[in-house]
């Protein structure tokens, strides 16, 4: 997860005619950092805290890092008993122009963030944004998040932290490409790497690829 913890606002004129802030303006909204939103009344994501959404997912995914493997193992997270739920996450408006100088009003989103739990940590062990996941919430929370609350009401919702026996998760074969699996199944489908140490012990003595 790329997480950003604050996004600066541009003037119009210069996103519209620069396609690289415009990159960097969506690239801003991937991931918020659910506990920074009131933190500064300044941000640019205290701007957005009325603009609030709800994501549908059926999962996520990140990728483990093991001593002694050079490629790191990716993983599937989703909430147990739920095949379909919902990220809070804050949305924007704004506008780009095209090669032919039509202006389009474009919609962006970010996903809300936070510490990872004990699961999460053990999965989403490396990288600059290392021991971060996705804001998963209960169903109740889910609903909250989009109602008409004060600020007050938010921070029990960024506090919320999943139990570790809530979230259901496992390695797969690959995120990238579109290559066969060597047992014919859906990428996307539980794959048992062979010497995969358990979560929370990450060296392997065999490097795999």
């Keep these: 997860m790329n997480s950003?913890?604050?996004a600066m606002p541009i003037s119009c004129c210069s996103a519209?005619?620069?396609p690289k802030l415009q990159a960097d303006r969506r690239r801003n909204m991937i991931n918020v950092?659910?506990?920074r939103i009131l933190e500064d009344k300044k941000s640019?994501?205290?701007r957005l805290r009325k603009q609030r959404c709800l994501i549908p997912v059926s999962g996520t995914f990140e990728h483990r890092a093991v001593k002694g493997w050079k490629k790191k193992v990716?993983?599937?997270?989703?909430?147990?008993?739920?095949?379909?739920?919902?990220?809070p996450g804050l949305y924007q408006w704004h506008e780009t122009v095209d090669e032919d100088g039509v202006v389009e009003r474009v919609g962006s989103f970010g996903m809300l963030t936070r510490a990872a739990n004990e699961v999460m940590a053990n999965i989403h062990n490396d990288g600059p944004n290392k021991h971060r996941m996705p804001l998963f919430l209960p169903e109740?929370?889910?609903r909250q998040w989009i109602e008409d609350i004060n600020e007050e009401d938010m921070p029990p919702i960024f506090r919320f932290e999943m139990p570790n026996e809530k979230l259901k998760h496992y390695p797969v074969y690959t995120l990238r490409g579109y290559p066969n699996r060597p047992d014919g199944k859906h990428r996307y489908e539980q794959f048992d790497w062979?010497?995969?140490?358990?979560?929370?012990?990450?060296?392997?003595?065999t490097s795999l690829f």
């Design 4 to 6: 950003s913890s604050r």
């Design 33 to 35: 950092r659910s506990e």
């Design 140 to 142: 109740d929370l889910e």
């Design 194 to 205: 062979e010497r995969l140490p358990p979560l929370g012990s990450d060296t392997a003595q």
């Design 44 to 46: 640019y994501w205290y």
């Design 16 to 18: 519209l005619s620069d």
């Design 74 to 87: 990716p993983y599937f997270t989703g909430e147990a008993g739920r095949e379909l739920f919902y990220l």
